[in-house]
């Protein structure tokens, strides 16, 4: 038993993954070389058909061979010079689809990396299934089926996905969370009772009744996730591949009506440079980065840990306005303790903490198991006999929970408001003093609990509650970003507001039912705005379905991890926040890109349109003084080439992310890639053509 | 079966949109010019279908 005295609930796995010390990092090895095979591999035009810029891209490309190989078709002489220039023109079309295709696959290669990683702790494994008569089974664990009892012991694998009945082990589930220290399973828990195949019990042993058959189980279903196969275009990406398309049509008809303007005005209108001007015009940029920024922005939520269904999911998040979060585990400390013993009504402090001991004796919640042991401390021990009792479960409807004796003596503890119903429908009397205790305890910020014997109040426990460091901070930084916060918690609407105060959040809601999330989602969602919420019991369910993102955690209930559209492996309910943020720089990537993909077209137009028609009266364009009308050309094509390996670490990474209002953030992007995207080719393309020049490739 | 794939069809079709094309350019113009003017005319109604389809359907790309 020496392990389960590690602080098991006070781990709190913080950033990314792969940052973790104790974690071991997934297999990015021979990534690179992958991703480059990969890249050659989606040249295929069944591939790149579902890329309109690529795809136009891979026509031209196509065009530009054949001019190479036969140059006549396009009314080229065979013996003109062109064929050299056009081969060197073919070579970097077939670059720029190359490195945009690399971009993609170095981001799918990354998913694919993490579910092989997952995919080792798949490993079968030997069960020991319970039998009917009591005996056990050796069997192999892909025999497992829904509603199966195995024993899980000590150094075992946990076979498959499930749910402990018995027993309590430490589980070191570092195979799926990458975090080591051992959890805390336990049977009866809503949220300790839930185990993953693929991880190990590091002590004692577990009976687990099995909720998944074969190949439907969690890890299953992430493996099916991270590695794309369920990938769709999210709506924000739909939107800007029409825009891509409108703007590639767009070109496309002014390139296409330059040859009869050239002959008119007698400037030659070689087909290859037409196709250079097309590719130099389309926004290539962001048309090779657009799927990778996507994917990228879910292997990045991935990397904290928190698996989503969809990128739709996660982009969903970059608009999130409102947030509800609960109070305990979210704002506050998961655990309250007992703090104090206050006894109203002429009662002694020994007889409160002795009622209130007899109502906790099967009250396994953490608030329950520290108000025994503060009444311990006290020196106090039980008087009731607990033989033939029964304990009486907290619901969010009675607010109370308790211990029934033999005697027929019924021991509650629970929300003040709920003891004194329960009081008065027996009898009995509201104390004085009790109102005074309740407001005392509330105004602290913390959560009184009353406690009666039969018909009468003994008085109030003190469970303090504790504000997560840095929430403040954080609360800040959403205000800053246009996010609304909201609070729910079931406590008294003092120490809600007090709570809701110290940790800074915009609104709360006191004495919230189940029901209340939802209507909460509801009412947000009817004003037009986006709902984020966390949950982990099956009560969340519903609300997790309703809002637009819901993040159940993993230590969660199979109900509640179905119902949403992420699961934090690590549960830790405060990491919306953190995935709020990875949706906003995911908008703000694309955003970003897109504005450098588009403000760079200016400086090809100069370097390509003096080439075309020079001889027409439009050298006075060529502000670069590129050395010759080939070399502007080439220059401009091989930047536009360079420029998307030069881009795909930032598409990975995504932009740097400040927690700004909408307008501050445009305009530092206007600034910063709009700006950019203006000078950067300029200085580039010039660059280039030097160094064309003095190799004499033209 | 290669015949059911587009990508059999679409070259042909784009050769036999170049030929019908280049009928009526070479009244205008001589005949190396007719050629690139015709296939780059075929090319760019080919890809402008394609990219009407991206634009009335891109779910499906």
């Given amino acids: 038993m020496k392990s389960l005295q590690q602080p098991f609930f006070s781990r709190m796995p913080r950033g990314r993954r792969d940052q973790r010390g104790n974690n071991e990092r997934p297999q990015i090895q021979g990534l690179l070389g992958r991703a480059i095979v990969e890249s050659f591999r989606k040249l295929d035009p069944r591939i790149t058909v579902r890329n309109p810029v690529m795809f136009v891209v891979w026509c ?118 990458g975090e080591s220290a051992p959890v805390l399973k336990e049977a009866g828990s809503d949220v300790a009772s839930s185990v993953t195949g693929g991880t190990l019990v590091v002590s004692d042993q577990l009976t687990i009744r099995i909720t998944a058959d074969p190949g439907q189980g969690f890890i299953d279903r992430m493996i099916a996730l991270v590695e794309g196969a369920e990938r769709t275009r999210t709506p924000n990406e739909i939107a800007l591949t029409v825009l891509l398309a409108v703007l ?75 947030l509800v979060l609960d109070k305990t585990g979210t704002i506050t400390l998961g655990n309250r303790l007992a703090e104090e013993f206050l006894p109203v009504g002429g009662h002694s402090e020994d007889d409160l903490a002795a009622v209130a001991l007899g109502a906790s004796g099967f009250d396994q919640t953490p608030e329950g198991k520290s108000i ?184 969660g ?61 439009l050298g006075a364009l060529n502000l670069m003084h590129l050395q010759s009308p080939h070399s502007a050309i080439l220059s401009a094509m091989v930047f536009n080439a360079l420029i998307i390996p030069a881009l795909v670490p930032l598409a990975l990474k995504g932009v740097k992310f400040r927690p700004d209002s909408a307008e501050q953030l445009l305009k530092r992007n206007l600034l910063v890639y709009g700006l950019g995207g203006l000078v950067v080719p300029f200085v580039g393309i010039k660059a280039i053509d030097l160094v064309i020049n003095s190799l004499h490739l033209v | 079966m290669f015949l059911t794939k587009p990508f059999f069809w679409i070259p042909l079709l784009l050769a036999g949109g170049a030929v019908a094309a280049s009928a009526p350019l070479r009244l205008f113009n001589p005949p190396l010019q007719t050629g690139a003017l015709s296939v780059l005319l075929s090319v760019t109604v080919a890809i402008s279908i394609y990219l009407f389809a991206v634009m009335v359907q891109p779910e499906k790309f």
């Fill in chain 1, 557 to 617: 209930t199979q109900a509640a991890k179905e119902a949403a559209n992420m699961v934090d492996l690590d549960s830790d309910p405060t990491k919306l926040i953190d995935i709020v943020t990875i949706g906003k720089q995911l908008l703000i990537t694309r955003g970003a890109l897109t504005t450098f993909s588009i403000a760079n077209d200016v400086a090809k137009y100069f370097a390509i349109l003096p080439a075309l028609f020079g001889g027409v009266g």
């Fill in chain 1, 372 to 555: 025994v042991r503060l009444a311990e401390k006290l020196g106090v021990s039980s008087r009731f006999e607990q033989a033939g009792a029964s304990g009486l479960d907290f619901s969010a409807r009675t607010r109370m929970s308790g211990t029934d004796l033999a005697d027929g003596t019924e021991l509650r503890k629970g929300a003040v408001d709920a003891i004194k119903g329960f009081v008065r429908s027996r009898g009995g009397q509201v104390p004085d003093g009790l109102d005074q205790a309740f407001e005392q305890v509330s105004r602290l910020g913390g959560t009184p609990l009353a406690v009666s014997q039969g018909a009468e109040i003994y008085g109030v426990i003190y469970l303090k509650d504790i504000i997560k460091p840095g929430m403040r901070e954080r609360f800040d930084q959403l205000r800053r970003m246009g996010i609304r916060s909201v609070m729910l918690t079931g406590d008294n609407p003092i120490t809600a507001g007090v709570i809701a105060r110290e940790a800074g959040v915009d609104d709360f809601i006191a004495e919230a039912t189940p029901e209340d999330k939802i209507a909460v989602i509801q009412a947000e969602q009817r004003l037009g705005k986006l709902v984020a919420m966390t949950g982990d019991g099956t009560n969340d369910a519903p609300a997790l379905a309703q809002a637009n993102v819901g993040v159940a955690m993993n230590s």
């Fill in chain 1, 248 to 322: 590639t049509q767009v070109f496309l008809i002014a390139v296409a009506t330059l040859p009869p303007v050239a002959a008119y005005i007698g400037g030659p209108t070689p087909v290859v440079i037409l196709v250079a001007l097309l590719v130099a015009l389309i926004p290539t940029t962001i048309g090779g980065l657009l799927s990778a920024i996507g994917i990228a922005g879910m292997d990045r939520v991935a990397q904290f840990n928190v698996i989503a269904t969809s990128g739709r999911a996660v982009e969903a998040c970059g608009d999130i306005n409102t």
């Fill in chain 1, 60 to 177: 031209g490309t196509v065009v530009t061979l054949i001019a190479t190989v036969s140059p006549e078709l396009f009314g080229i002489s065979p013996d003109a010079p062109g064929r050299g220039f056009n081969a060197e023109l073919a070579a970097i079309l077939v670059a720029t689809l190359l490195f945009a295709n690399l971009a993609e696959a170095l981001a799918e290669g990354r998913g694919k990396a993490q579910a092989d990683a997952l995919r080792r702790t798949q490993a079968r494994t030997q069960a020991r299934r319970l039998l009917p008569d009591g005996g056990e089974a050796l069997v192999d664990s892909s025999s497992l089926r829904k509603g199966d009892q195995v024993l899980v012991g000590s150094g075992e694998l946990i076979p498959a996905d499930g749910e402990v009945v018995d027993g309590v082990a430490a589980v070191d589930e570092s195979a799926i969370t």
